[in-house]
T-cell receptor, first 111, second 115 residues
Framework: LAKTTQPISMDSYEGQEVNITCSHN???????ITWYQQFPSQGPRFIIQ???TKVTNEVASLFIPADRKSSTLSLPRVSLSDTAVYYC????????????FGKGNQVVVIP | EAGVTQFPSHSVIEKGQTVTLRCDPI?????LYWYRRVMGKEIKFLLH????????ESGMPNNRFLAERTGGTYSTLKVQPAELEDSGVYFC?????????????FGPGTRLTVT
């Protein structure tokens, strides 16, 4: 499976846009770029998934360049409740369904 | 719609004892997964059920762990006998689709402490 690399942690002020980049140089053709969010004492929660270009939903936007070797999760106007660990994963279509979590990125939103 | 539920939320047992964790997936989800995070480590896959059948159990650490899903509804994960290194948080997840099942719904986890 392709490996992902993310920053370990970052702080942001309330109301700012937070961008989290994930590197996946060895991404395979069948890999989809998927992001999960985990709040303290909760299980991970799916937030967005994409294959290429840009995907947007009510929670976040995901930007994927043409070479797909990286991706950026963008959280608009964060609030204190967005403090969480954010994981970048590469589940493979046609493969097994296991999710491979890395260390994730701890985002702390400060007032 | 109720989410994935797990019971108990926290369990403290002594080394050598037995513990059984339970997971109730979202109704109608055929796929059920177990993951765990041991202290300081990343969340790791344990196994995957499709209905009552074990689709992939390659992540199970050893034969002290037994997972069942009789009837294809709820699942149990039994640890017998428990060892200190089994301490951690055990997550259950479920999904509706088999192919491309990247969207898995996780429960809150069971925190297991073995003393």
């Amino acid at each position: 499976l392709a490996k992902t690399t993310q920053p370990i942690s970052m702080d942001s002020y309330e109301g700012q846009e937070v961008n989290i980049t994930c590197s996946h140089n060895n991404i395979a053709t069948n890999d989809y770029i998927t992001w999960y969010q985990q709040f303290p004492s909760q299980g991970p929660r799916f937030i967005i998934q994409g294959y290429k270009t840009k995907v947007t939903n009510e929670v976040a936007s995901l930007f994927i360049p043409a070479d797909r070797k990286s991706s950026t999760l963008s959280l608009p106007r964060v609030s204190l409740s967005d403090t969480a660990v954010y994981y970048c994963l590469l589940p493979r279509t046609g493969g097994n369904n296991r999710l491979a979590f890395g260390k994730g990125n701890q985002v702390v939103v400060i007032p | 719609e109720a989410g994935v539920t797990q019971f108990p939320s926290h369990s403290v047992i002594e080394k050598g004892q037995t513990v059984t964790l339970r997971c109730d997936p979202i109704s109608g989800h055929d796929n059920l997964y177990w993951y765990r995070r041991v202290m300081g480590k990343e969340i790791k896959f344990l196994l995957h059920f499709v209905k009552e059948s074990k689709q992939d159990e390659s992540g199970m650490p050893n034969n002290r762990f037994l997972a069942e899903r009789t009837g294809g509804t709820y699942s149990t994960l039994k640890v017998q006998p428990a060892e200190l290194e089994d301490s951690g948080v055990y997550f259950c997840a479920s999904s509706a689709r088999l192919a491309g099942a990247y969207e898995q719904y996780f429960g809150p986890g069971t925190r297991l402490t073995v003393t």
